[in-house]
């Protein structure tokens, strides 16, 4: 385990390229694991594409697509228990597949049906976080009242490049470095705030060394090489659970799709780096590996990509089936002891409705 | 019962629910070994420990933030703002989250957190230590907003805040920190959530108010008598407002006006004005009139008298619909 200082420079790698960079493996992890990971990277990256078609096809509202960041998010969930909470950001919706949440549940987000806003102590994962960065205090909150508890549980808060930027970033690093909240604050560095560049972001080398000003070490990663990833994430687990407290992890990548189904990168990014990055992108690299390792077969390919097919075919079924909601539900659940007069908004909404 | 100055009453309510619930903790800057800044936490960190009233770093997001944390991992945090216009910060986790992560879990979850700060002017303090910030708490949907302005009800209101399912901000009088005293129940005491307090009876005209602005329409009452009877009503809660005790008042007395420190547009005034012209218009004598602060930034405190509702500003308004 890396101490506070430096941060780490190059970026951890256990991939190779099957020519001049040999692989590596990770210390514990058999054929099993090795699979279970690669079906979660398969079901991530299925939901992710199926997404886009659904959108184009008009059967989800817009979608924050994060095509090749499905190896940050499958490794670093891997190194957690399911006690373990998961803080997301948009980017991260569908994380919680990896926990067996139902794709249905994810796309009714994406449909702004209320059957996917979820109730997180279902399966440890907070609701989505849309405004950028602010779920991090959320994180080293839960993780140090969990402490207070006397509960071994660790708290992991995805974000992007942008939101180290933030100010909510900054205090809830902060608060996590002074309490020494078992934390993971965890930055998926795509290296783009929708058009802004990380260079434009930030003058700090490397967002890494943003964790030494927060009394933590600051890991890095290759974002795209799932083992290196889990690793890391592992040793930030162990910190966390020896009571060394947070751990700061930069996983780069490159965003080799638009932010989101609104965007349009044509107008800011280079093609040919994007290209690049699609070539290296990460569900394939980890493929390869296994076959080299000879842990994965043209069949299991296959049956483990159906699969996948599958549960998304049968989550957009079950999305598309959820019966309209009642306009009621505008006043439900805001709050749990509400002031009369959202009761008489509600009858004089319904008198108008004929309902 | 024992006499109390408000934040003694403050303090008293912060020990005893700490002492009836283990599951609250008491955070912000400087609570802990100072006691916070007026005193209110004071004895807290002593009595029940640094693990249940504890320093912050100075970051009133950051503070606010880690509270919704603290919720989810089952606690029942107090939030202590050193100053109103320093809880600004904050605003950012209370409108994204606070007010609304009960309603993203589809409530599932709840988010029973208290923020309690001293607000308000006439202290003759530095800039930014004299707001009147209510407005941007009771137009949060999710979030409900308390007002003592005495000290049985700084407990009481706390207390209720405390035990209360919902996010709740209790804004205490700095002015009247130390200069209200009254007898306060001892132990338990929870005033309700939503219950306004007739402080005054009377017949012509009736001054609402709340928090600092209560001692101040009681004078001006007083100025009045023997010209008018005033009925004085603090409605103590903003939210939820206690809308049958607003329209009783006023169908009797059939003239309002509104006192509020706070600029005047889109304040909470604007809030009582409109429920009045929506509900009791026919009960009406006159126009509802207010006398707020301005809409400026509030001023230097060596002409901040000028700016504050006065007494003689209140009784102005009272005359004038008297007289329509």
Known sequence: MSQVLPAEGGLRRVIGDGESLPDGEVEGLGDAELLALYRDLVLLRTYDERSVVYHRQGRIGTYAIFWNHEAMQAGAAFALEERDWIFPSYRESAIGLVRGMPASTVLSWWRGHPAGWWN?????????????GTHVPHAVGFAWGSKLKGEDRVAIAFFGDGATSEGA????????????????????????????????QTAAPTLADKAIG?????????????????EATRDAVERARAGEGPTFIEAVTYRSAPHATADDPSIYIDPERVEEARESECVGRYERYLVRAGVLTEETIESVKNEALELMRAGIAEAEAEPPADPGLVFEHAYADPPATLADDLAELRRILGG | MAEKLLVEAVNDALHVEMERDASILVLGEDVGKLGGVFRATAGLQERF???RCFDTPLAEAGILGTAVGLCMAGWRPVVEMQYDA????ALDQLINHVGRYRWRTRGAMSFPLTIRMPYGGGVRAPELHDDSPETYYVHTPGVKVAIPSTPADAKGLLAAAIRDPDPVVVLEPKLHYRTAKQEVPEGEHVVPLGEARLAREGTDVTLIAYGAMIPLAERAADALEGEASCEVLDLRSLKPLDEDALLASVSKTGRAVVVQEAPRVAGFAAEVAAVLAEKAIFDLQGPVLRVTGYDVPYPYWQIEDAYMPSVERVVDAARRLLAA
């Not at chain 1, 994962?125 to 405004?131: E, K, L, Y």
Request: aromatic residues 12%; negative net charge.
């Open chain 1, 214 to 230: 927060y009394g933590m070490p600051g890991l890095r990663v290759d974002g795209c090489d799932v083992l290196a990833v889990y």
């Open chain 2, 86 to 89: 320093f809880s600004y910060p």
């Open chain 1, 120 to 132: 997180p102590e279902d399966s440890n994962v907070a609701s989505i976080c849309v405004p950028i």
């Open chain 1, 169 to 200: 970033f900054h205090e809830g690093a902060t608060f996590a470095g002074v309490t020494k909240a078992p934390a993971i604050l965890f930055c998926n560095n795509n290296q783009w705030a929708i058009s802004t560049p990380l260079a434009e």
């Open chain 2, 49 to 51: 420990g640094a693990d």
